[in-house]
């Protein structure tokens, strides 16, 4: 389903991933954790092209990318890719001046081309799913935080992508808002979405992730299953961050 073969990512002189090799099978969730300027959200947006890598394959289902340095893709080619995901960011990113289910239509009728009722009809059965249904007509500064990420998850599951990638979908909520946002990202684990999520949330990751890799400084240096991982790391590295985590979860 994806495919990561040796990518490498360079901002200047600054290389950030250093040759990342990820497999992920339909129907799974593999979540990325590691500490702040390990390349985990890099890697998240090299997925669908919001960054390109300079080295290395990516493929989602039928669609492979090779990346070179100095080769230039084809905007089919990342159109194509990018049908295939839908992202979450961390900041909603959400239109102001449209409502929510005017924000759940829009990819819909500009991307698919779909008409107007058609979207209309498509947005309001996601917006029903995200437990959102009595705000379709309100617009982002009239909803909290975790109803605004609740509608961009909306938003993403509207052009029917093959994955969802989460870019730390719950770490500019306020508390009390998190658990709402999580209960519907586990629902679509429940309901076999593939997904890639960011996140620092480790009991989250513990319940619903396949597979966990542990970022540090542009590699992966610690993967497997969430118990092998979050409960039994083998790296010094894994150690130290996932015990400084539980440190400062006390």
Same mark, same amino acid.
């Given at each position: 389903?994806?495919?990561?073969?040796?990518?490498?990512? %360079?901002?200047?002189?600054?290389?950030?991933?250093? *040759?990342?090799?990820?497999?992920? !099978?339909?129907?799974?969730?593999?979540?990325?954790? *590691?500490?702040?300027? %390990?390349?985990?959200? /890099?890697?998240? =947006?090299?997925?669908?092209?919001?960054?390109?890598? @300079?080295?290395?394959?990516?493929?989602?289902? !039928?669609?492979?990318?090779?990346?070179?340095?100095?080769?230039?893709?084809?905007?089919?080619?990342?159109?194509?890719?990018?049908?295939? /995901?839908?992202?979450?960011?961390?900041?909603?990113?959400?239109?102001?001046?449209?409502?929510?289910?005017?924000?759940?239509?829009?990819?819909?009728? /500009? $991307?698919? +081309?779909?008409?107007? @009722?058609?979207?209309? +009809?498509?947005?309001?059965?996601?917006?029903?799913?995200?437990?959102?249904? !009595?705000?379709?007509?309100?617009?982002?500064?009239?909803?909290? *935080?975790?109803?605004?990420?609740?509608?961009?998850?909306? =938003?993403?599951?509207?052009? #029917?992508?093959?994955?969802?990638?989460? !870019?730390?979908?719950?770490?500019?909520? &306020?508390?009390?808002?998190?658990?709402?946002?999580?209960?519907?990202?586990?629902?679509?684990?429940?309901?076999?979405?593939?997904?890639?999520?960011?996140?620092?949330?480790?009991?989250?990751?513990?319940?619903?992730? @396949?597979?966990?890799?542990?970022? &540090?400084?542009? $590699?992966?240096?610690?993967?497997?299953?969430?118990?092998?991982?979050?409960?039994?790391?083998?790296?010094?590295?894994?150690?130290?961050?996932?015990?400084?985590?539980? *440190?400062?979860? #006390?």
């Amino acid at each position: 389903m994806i495919q990561i073969r040796n990518i490498h990512k %360079s901002f200047g002189s600054l290389e950030v991933l250093k *040759g990342v090799n990820v497999t992920l !099978d339909k129907g799974k969730v593999l979540v990325i954790i *590691g500490p702040s300027g %390990s390349g985990k959200t /890099t890697l998240l =947006r090299c997925l669908n092209l919001l960054e390109v890598p @300079d080295q290395g394959e990516i493929q989602v289902g !039928d669609i492979a990318l090779n990346f070179a340095t100095g080769t230039k893709l084809r905007q089919e080619s990342i159109l194509a890719l990018r049908k295939r /995901t839908g992202m979450v960011f961390q900041s909603y990113n959400l239109f102001p001046h449209m409502t929510a289910v005017q924000n759940v239509m829009e990819g819909q009728v /500009t $991307v698919q +081309k779909k008409n107007k @009722d058609e979207a209309r +009809k498509r947005a309001l059965e996601l917006l029903k799913k995200v437990g959102l249904a !009595d705000k379709a007509e309100s617009y982002p500064h009239q909803l909290s *935080g975790g109803q605004q990420q609740r509608v961009g998850i909306a =938003r993403a599951m509207a052009v #029917e992508p093959e994955v969802l990638l989460f !870019d730390e979908p719950t770490s500019a909520l &306020d508390p009390e808002l998190v658990g709402e946002v999580l209960k519907v990202m586990k629902q679509l684990a429940a309901e076999g979405m593939t997904m890639v999520i960011v996140t620092h949330e480790m009991k989250f990751a513990a319940e619903v992730a @396949d597979h966990v890799i542990l970022m &540090d400084q542009g $590699v992966i240096v610690e993967q497997g299953t969430p118990h092998e991982v979050l409960e039994h790391p083998t790296s010094p590295r894994a150690i130290q961050f996932l015990n400084r985590l539980s *440190g400062e979860a #006390e």
